[in-house]
């Protein structure tokens, strides 16, 4: 009953708006999306971004039971404000760029929550360490550059050395806390 109520919900709404409520192929649009990472260092915040994404999106709001997420983060792209903090996260200690370039978030399988909150299941990978996310997002249809597209934002927090983000020195979290904040904000349109 949830559910043929919840889909009643969502065709009201893409109706309302004039969209199609079928499944579809959405590619990122590259210039308007970001990932960002907020950890401290000590009692000070920080955060860099990655900018540099590749991602495509099968994802019908109505049947969100079918989605298949592929993300690509390029990590030697990251937007940070010092030159030597950017050299730490590169280094093999953190990142290791040498070895591994990019981090990947894939899911098969999205829920519904509300109106426009979803939660998809799937897996990140960073450096070799790869392991289960439940990524919940809000999934917002808006028009880019006159084409239909949507907004996806997210908020997440991983523990970095459930990823090997931390050899050696900064494998201690008295000054580098486990915890690291990720927030998505995703502009993609349909393909």
Not at 149 to 155: A, D, Q
Request: net charge negative.
């Amino acid at each position: 009953m949830r559910t043929l109520f919840n889909r009643a919900v969502l065709a009201s709404f893409f109706l309302l708006i004039g969209l199609p409520v079928q499944a579809a192929t959405w590619v990122i649009a590259p210039g308007d999306s970001r990932v960002v990472f907020q950890y401290k260092y000590g009692n000070d915040p920080y955060a860099g971004a990655f900018t540099n994404i590749d991602a495509t999106f099968e994802f019908d709001p109505m049947r969100p039971g079918t989605c298949d997420f592929q993300v690509t983060i390029h990590i030697e792209d990251i937007e940070i404000d010092s030159p030597e903090v950017l050299d730490y996260l590169l280094d093999f200690e953190l990142f290791d760029v040498d070895q591994w370039p990019t981090a990947s978030f894939k899911a098969e399988k999205c829920s519904l929550n509300s109106l426009n909150a979803f939660t998809s299941e799937g897996t990140l990978t960073i450096r070799d360490q790869t392991n289960p996310l439940s990524f919940p997002f809000n999934f917002d249809i808006e028009t880019i550059d006159g084409q239909i597209g949507f907004h996806l934002t997210s908020e997440v927090t991983i523990q970095r050395l459930d990823y090997g983000v931390g050899q050696g020195y900064w494998e201690n979290t008295a000054e580098i806390p486990n915890d690291v904040t990720i927030q998505v904000d995703v502009y993609a349109i349909q393909q």
